[in-house]
């Protein structure tokens, strides 16, 4: 019986195949192995996001073909991961992943199949597959094959295993961690079987690398809904791989400046900071040291003194055991130690702040200071908007100005010191340290011979 006549290609009530609008490269290569006399289809997220008309960050392709039987159809191609299948597709210097239909054998270690094997089967390849709207296949000539329901869930904007959901979460435990993952880049919601397994088996996230964990999150904090976070805290995934936001959650904050708990202030911190990795990730740990500075006054009202500090440490902790790279966790580290500071708007201050910090980082720290601040209560708002806006606006007249911030900016380098006579070294760049903090003071003196008459008069020349 064949995929049509079980009624498993969804077709429009004019009865003419849903078309979906393939790259020319994917198509040159189904029809090549098509002509060949195998099957194949584009599978997967591709085919998902297509329907939602979503351009499509890959294309991935499905077929009956082996892979050494794919290999000989195309001019280049590479060996992805044969053992698993996967032969990748050169075509105009882009790749493309061919897999083999295939059935993934037992899961010992909660996160790799022991083995697969390859069926000529379609619908075989697709039961495997982790949720239904990604579970889809796609071909001009046959049109979509939808066995498990995954066009009727992107109707209903829910996110369902492809069967049962405790055997998919068996099988690979990050696929927990991409059920709300996908929820909060597609503003779906999880459907409640698939919540009620992720629940049960949040413990097996253990089994996880952190390298994986890591990309599963920055997904999420990237996506339009972050704040799905929070529903990883309710199913229990967030106490595997972070449990400091679970204190967090639970940690109030009786204090005229907040109206929720450190973890939703957070979250609504998270949700407000733009679409960058930096800010979003000191959004996300930028209050995370809270719940151990907690002190408690005469009065009642909690203050958390140092939480900034001690904030760093833990972000720095936490990162690295997160396997993020070292310039992410120096950038997020400083700006977590110092998102609370009071920021002097007298010119020649805020220059020598700007200066230690770094421009970059210090424009980071405005949207930091104005998410944190949009996420606390109505206290002082006021007074809060109009002194970061006084801060924005000092920023843009020093910039504006041209004034110098770095050793990098002054009109005297270490050559030029070198000219003077000064040896090489610690002493030329002590020297220079020197002429910047003179310059942040009077910037109207970054003038070549003014420096230079400086720098004599310190070295006696």
């Known amino acids: 019986m064949t995929l049509f006549m079980r009624g498993l290609f969804y077709r429009k009530r004019d009865n003419s195949f849903m078309r979906i609008e393939m ?107 982790d949720f239904t709207i990604n579970a889809m296949a796609y071909n001009d000539r046959a049109g979509l094959v939808d066995a498990f329901g995954g066009r009727e869930d992107i109707q209903k904007q829910r996110i369902r295993c492809v069967g049962e959901a405790k055997c998919r979460f068996s099988e690979d435990a990050l696929r927990m961690m991409r059920a709300v993952r996908f929820a909060a880049q597609l503003g779906y919601e999880i459907e409640e079987e698939t919540k009620q397994a992720i629940s049960l088996l949040a413990k097996n ?13 920055m997904k999420l904090l990237l996506s339009d809904h972050p704040y799905k976070l929070r529903e990883m805290y309710e199913l229990g995934l967030t106490a595997v791989f972070f449990p400091e936001f679970d204190k967090a959650m639970i940690t109030t904050q009786n204090n005229p ?46 203050h958390f003194h140092g939480h900034n500090v001690r904030g760093e440490i833990m972000a720095v902790d936490i990162l690295r055991r997160l396997r993020f790279d070292n310039l992410t966790i120096g950038q997020v580290g400083r700006l977590v130690n110092c998102h609370d500071d009071k920021v002097s708007l007298k010119p020649e201050r805020l220059r020598k702040y ?24 109505l ?52 020297m220079l340290q020197q002429v910047l903090e003179h310059v942040l003071e009077n910037p109207e003196n970054n003038k070549k011979d003014i420096l230079l008459q400086l720098v004599k008069n310190k070295i006696d020349v």
Not at 39 to 60: F, H, K
Not at 205 to 217: G, P
């Open 23 to 129: 790259p020319s490269d994917v198509k040159f290569i189904i029809e090549t192995l098509e002509q060949a006399g195998y099957e194949a289809y584009a599978v997967g997220g591709c085919i998902r996001d297509s329907i939602l008309q979503r351009v499509p960050d890959d294309w991935d392709i499905t077929t009956s073909a082996k892979p050494e039987q794919i290999k000989k159809l195309f001019m280049k191609t590479i060996d992805t991961g044969i053992a698993h299948g996967t032969v990748t597709v050169m075509k105009n210097h882009t790749g493309y992943e061919v897999t083999t239909y295939r059935i993934d054998g037992e899961y010992e270690d909660g996160r790799h199949p022991k083995e697969v094997t390859f069926t000529s089967d379609l619908l075989e390849d697709l039961r495997r597959r």
């Open 205 to 217: 996230l253990e089994k996880i690398s952190a390298e994986r964990i890591r990309v599963e999150l």
């Open 257 to 302: 400046h907040h109206i929720y708990t450190v973890g939703e202030h957070i979250l609504k911190a998270v949700e407000l900071a733009p679409k960058d990795s930096i800010l979003r990730l000191t959004m996300l740990l930028h209050d995370i040291a809270k719940p151990e500075t907690l002190k408690k006054d005469e009065e009642g009202i909690d």
């Open 354 to 377: 700007i200066s230690k910090l770094g421009c970059e980082l210090f424009e980071a720290l405005l949207k930091v200071k104005e998410a944190d601040m949009l996420a606390q209560s």
């Open 379 to 430: 206290y002082l708002r006021k007074e809060k908007e109009e002194e970061l806006k006084r801060l924005g606006e000092e920023y843009e007249k020093i910039c504006i100005s041209q004034d110098c911030l770095s050793l990098k900016e002054l009109e005297l380098t270490g050559n030029d010191l070198i000219m003077l006579g000064m040896k090489p070294g610690k002493e030329i760049g002590d």
